[in-house]
Structure formats: C-alpha cells, structure tokens
C-alpha cells in the first residue's frame, strides 16, 4: 500500500542497540539522559571536574530486553586530582516510573548512603573506585570485603547486587588491582584505577601509560538464572604495551527485570579526580542468538509524477522476529552488488548511513525516514509509464539487517490541481465562520476527469467519501484529494470552518441598584464588554429583550438573562442568569449624641469636656442592618450606638455610615467641638457647722493638681493644701473655729492637658 501525502522527516536518534558513541561531534543522541556535574565536554562525557563534592550521572534512555544478554565497552579517564572517589557502570530496571541516582561519595551514585536511597530499582552495579569506599561496608552499604569492616579499600573493582531504595545493593565481588591475594591481582598486572594524580591529563592512547578501556559482558544464563558475568580491562603499563586483564569471569545470580537501561555515575568528596566516558559501544551479546529480519520484494507500488510520494514498508512486506524488535533503520542501494559491499562493522548497522538514506537515480529521489520504514520518492516527469527498482534492506533495534530485497515502482501521470471550492464564496476564499451544526457544501473542482476522491477533515480520513462534492458540518481543516484514472492523486489547499468560541460571561449572580427610581446600566457589569465585535442581550422577567446601548437604563427588578453572540453570525450564547434590585426603601443616615449618663451636649447644659464618655445614637431610617462609625480621631467603631471618649481638643468630623441588607450604603458626617479641657466653680462662702457646704473648695473638673492657701484679712495665712484630692478649709485655725467673716482664697491648679490656672478673690465663712 502506498500514500501520497507529503510529508518532511524530522531528525531522529538511532533506536535501541547497537548504541555507539564516540561524543565527538558536538552533541549526543537525544535518548542520553545527563544529570548533575555530568556533561558533554572536549569529545567526552565529563563526569566530575576535579572539584570537592561533585556528582555526576548519565544513562540511556532506551530500554534492552534482558534475555538476550548485555555487552558493552567504554574507555574511563580518571585523572588531575587527589585521588578520589571513582565512578560507577550500573543496570537499573527499564520499567522504573522516575530515574534517580543512587547515594554518591563512596556510594559512587549507585548504592544506599546512610539515610539516601540507592539507585531507583537498581539491578547491578560495578565500581571503579580510587579512594576505597565502595567495597566496604560504610554509610549504610551492606558488605564489603572480608574482614575490611569500615576501613577503605582504594584502587578496587567492585561489583554490587539489586537494590531499590535503603535495602539491597549487597557487595557480590571485589578485586584490589594493587595487592595480591584470592582478591587481587599478580604483582606484574597491578595497576592504579586512576591514570594520574595532580595535574596529569588524559590519556587517549593505548600506546602510552595510564590508558584504560573496559570490556563487560553479560551473558544469559539460562540454567542458574542471571548471567555469567564477564570483565576484563585493557591497561597500558609501559609505553606499547597495553594488556587486556581478566577482572572478573564468574556467575551474577541475581534474575534480571524483563528490561534494563545501562548508566554511569561519578563523584568526588574531599579528595578530587577529573572522571570522563568515552567511545561508548553497548550491543546485545547474544548476537547469534537473534534472528535477522526477512524483508520481501515488493512489486505492488506506484508512484506519481512530479510529486512527493509517501510509502511505508509495513510488517506484511518485512518480518521481525527478536523479541520487542522494531525497523530501526531503511537503507536505499542502486544494486544488490552494492549491499554486499557494505561493511558489517557493528556500529554501522544500528543506524541508517546518511549517504544511504538519500539515493538519486535518473527515474527520481528516494528518501529514508531516520527511524522506522517510511519513505517518499519524488519522480521524474520524463519518466512517465516506467518502473524504477531500488534495492534496499531492513535493520532492527538489535543492529540485525535484511537480506537485500528490491521495490519496483510504476510512475504514472498526475493529474492536474483540484480546488475546495466552498458553495456561494469566492474561490480564494479559504476558511469561513460559521455556527455549531451548520454545513457548507465544499466542492472538488479541477480540469481534470477525476475517478475518485478523498475528503479528509483535520487529516483524518472521512468515511464514505469518495463523492466530488461534501457537507462540511464540523470545524477543522477539510482538504480533497482527487485521483485520475492512473490512480495518482491530486491534493486541494485546505479550507478551513471555525466555530469560533462565545466569549466567557462572567457577570454577578445578584446587581443592586441603591438609588430610588435611578435604573442601571447592566453594560457596566459585563467584564471586558465589547461591542465592537459581539452583540449582547438582556432578557427581561416581562419577556422584554434589551441589546447593547438599550441595556443602559434598566429600571425594573427581577429574573434576568443574558446571552452574547458574534457580531457576523447569528448563534447566540447559553443564558447567564442574574438577579436585578432595585431598592425602593430610602436610606437615610442620622444620629445624636450627647455625654454619657447626663445626656449634656450644649455649652448651656455645662458643656462637653474632653474625658467625658460621650454616646452616639443611631437616629437612621431605612432598615440599617449595619453600623460602620469613624470618629475623626483614628477610632471606628461597628457598634449601633456607641461610647468614644476623644481625650484631647478639636473639632472632629464623626461619620457614620449605614448599609441595609442589599448592601446600598449612605454616610452623614456632623462636626462635633470639643474645646472644654477643664471646669472650675469657686463657691462664695461656706457654713462649717452645718451638715452641707462646710468645706471650702473649689468645684472642678479636667483638674489634674491643686494648691489652695486661704488668708485672713491681715494676709495671715489661715489654711494651705496641696492635691486634687482634698477636702478643703473646715473653716479652723490651729483647730479652733474661726471667727466669722470675710477672709481671702488663691488657688492655683493644672489642666489634663497643662494648662495652669491661678484663681484668687474672697470668701464669707458663716457660723
């Protein structure tokens, strides 16, 4: 089958294995994940720098089946500092929902570190470790080498167990490449796990000393469960002469996840390292174990001229059989002698060639899509009427190719352009608003003698649409494409029908109008109200309809809608409910007030002095359901009839404000004067034997201190008393009754608010 859609193909990564990288380019396939101090530098994955407390962590993202078994090699450059930690190859189950490192310092982003989890479902791990934290049992791992405890153990590899979270991730092996022993090594094969300390470089070559490349295999196995693990190190002691040492050949029991994806993590503490990745290839191991796709000639295509052709080589013209096995990659040759030139080099295989991708023949331009078994071809209208075979072969996610097999292609004419022509519009028209649930013909038009037609709305095929002419009903974008009697398309513009949204009406489920008689305008209530582009309309509980300027003036309370529409259609909105009031009971703020207790208010009633309680009445009509009052001097109060005392001069603007149970408000302010601070009432004379007014001292308020001296007529003082709280002259001299008759007074007193006042005059004692 083949379509003839245009189509552009974007820029796709290799998919699943063989993954090769040698990180020269520049950038990295997009399905490698980095993480923390972990970066794309100088051609290599750069772990850590050699800085104190750097982490580090990169896995590809591509999942690998596990029963086909795991091989994988990398070059390590450990290198420019003190001499810690090392880094980490691990495996971690492909299924776990949110990647996350393990514990890092001696942990080396693997294993559990204390009260940090390990990593997420991690199935194994393998360390490189320079500083010697990773083969014991510190920071919460479980196991270490015999008899190590907690002490380090530098320059080792180590291999570690599943874990997930704080539990598992148990020491399975080690071997210390710098001592002898059941787990080290010969003293002519000992070497460092880092190639150099302060400020040496890295090393590249075989040839020269420090160089050191890592080869892990994973083998199934089937018997025992897990897999013989294998790893071997390629180590140059002494210039040219690199050895490939065999670190571990033994059984990993654990059972593997149905997926696994492969990562690598680094850190350093206090001590520091440079830790870098490089020339990164992981295939399956079991090669010979999968099977090669068998691709199929395939005769049964045509293609037509002067157009992009799109085609599909599907499961029925290629057979996959690895388990999970998808085409990774379409590769295009001009023969079958061409294939058989092709190198067999592992890395090529797991992604297309760019220069075979493209194939240029006389006949036309093939075209592979990076991933997967799409391709166009774009013939050459010299050709018309004549086949064109093209060789190709199918390689899967395993790096597996096909045999080559051929693709025979007619060429046929393409007809001439159609056009979507909609009924009743200019035919460069090309789109029209329209409301829900209404049609407009749309019509294939062409100087072609078309066979068949296609309609296509939003891409999507339509059913039972091989007619000329189509209803167009639902918005989207429609396009027609008309075959002539070669079966070659022709493909119309696209011509679109919007429904275009009704603007959200978001108006408040209850409007009030707090003036007698005075109607709102509702427009006013309308967020973003526009009538430039929508028409409104109110709908009244009468059945009255008001739109846009007539809502201006509404006067009647009630039920009302209100819907919108767009000004060039003719739909309108649901109906947003709201409520109208109107008040008809009039507001009307007023109150009173007057001191506390004595009701005084007026400077012929005494006076109101600035420390005295003053109570304000509420006088309002209009059923108030709500009391907010401002006294002018900072205080408020929410009391009906309140009690302030001012304490201080002025002449304060008391406002109060009412509001009902619609929420209407009104305010009065009346202007209260306070200019009385204090009062001093001096009596005349006074009768000390008698039961009443046998004291003399002044009446007084607002008087904070007082002195009183009263003479006789030679100006002897006769009485003298000093504060506020006294009782006055008995009307005694030395304790005996003085005579009557008139004597002199002088008082002197301060005001609450530091006045002083001086009082002097005469008084009759009466006996």
Known sequence: MFLFSVISFSSYSQLGFPYCETFD????????AFGGTARLLDGVIRLTDAGVDQNGYVYI?????????LKASFEYYIYGGSGADGLSFFLFDAETPNFTPGGFGGSLGYAQRNNQSGLSR???????????????????????????????????VVVRGPGNGLTGYPFVVGRRTMESGNDGMRPDNQFTISSGGLNTTRVTDPNVPGYRKVFIELEPNPLDGGYFLTVRMLVTFSPGQAQMLTIFDRPYYFEAPKNLKVGFAASTGGFTNIHEIDNLTVEVFDLDGLEEPLAKNIDDKASCASQENTFEITLNEVELFNENSEIACLQFYPSLEAIEEEDSDVCSRAK??????????PQGVFRAADVGGKFTFFPNPDFIDDTVKVYFTVTDNYGKTSKGKYISLLIQESPDPVSLVAEGMLSNVDQVRKCEGEGVLLRADGDEDYFAYEWYLNDQLLPNSNVPEWMGVAPGRYQVI??????????????????????????????????????????????????????????????????????SDVQISGKYLLRVKHKDLECWSSAIPFELIISTIPLIPDFDYGVDGTGVKSEEEGGIFIDDPIRFEDLSKGNAVS????????????EQNPVHTFGRKGVFQVK??????????????????????????????????????NFFRPKTKGIIAMEIYIFNLWGNLVFKSEGVSTLGWDGKI??????????????????????????????????
Do not use: H
């Open 25 to 32: 380019g520049g950038n990295v396939q997009s399905n490698t």
């Open 61 to 69: 993202d591509i999942p690998f089946p596990s029963a086909y078994g």
């Open 122 to 156: 991690g199935y194994l791990g393998i360390g490189f470790d320079s500083f010697g934290n990773f083969g014991n049992s510190s920071e919460g791992k479980t196991g270490g080498f015999f008899g190590v405890g907690t002490g380090l153990v530098p320059n080792t």
């Open 352 to 361: 297309c060639r760019p220069e075979n991708r493209v194939l240029e023949l």
């Open 482 to 551: 008309a075959y002539n009697s070669k079966n070659c398309p022709a493909a119309s513009a696209y011509f679109e029908i919007i429904n275009p949204p009704f603007p959200v009406i978001e108006i408040e489920d209850r409007i009030v109008g707090c003036e007698l008689g005075v109607g709102l305008d509702i427009r006013d209530y309308i967020p973003n109200y526009d009538p430039s582009i929508y028409d409104y309309e109110l709908e009244s509980p009468l059945g009255i309809f008001f739109g846009n300027e007539e809502m």
């Open 627 to 638: 009391w907010e009052w401002d006294f002018g001097d900072g205080a408020k109060s929410t």
């Open 656 to 693: 109060l404000t009412i509001a009902n149970s619609l929420g209407c408000t009104e305010s009065i302010i009346i202007e209260l004067p306070l200019k009385l601070s204090y009062r001093v009432m001096i009596p005349t004379g006074f009768t000390p034997t008698l039961q009443e007014n």
């Open 734 to 767: 030395n304790g005996e009754l003085a005579p009557a008759g008139n004597y002199a007074y002088r008082i002197k007193m301060s005001s609450i608010e530091g006045e002083v006042i001086e009082e002097s005059g005469r008084l009759t004692l009466i006996r």
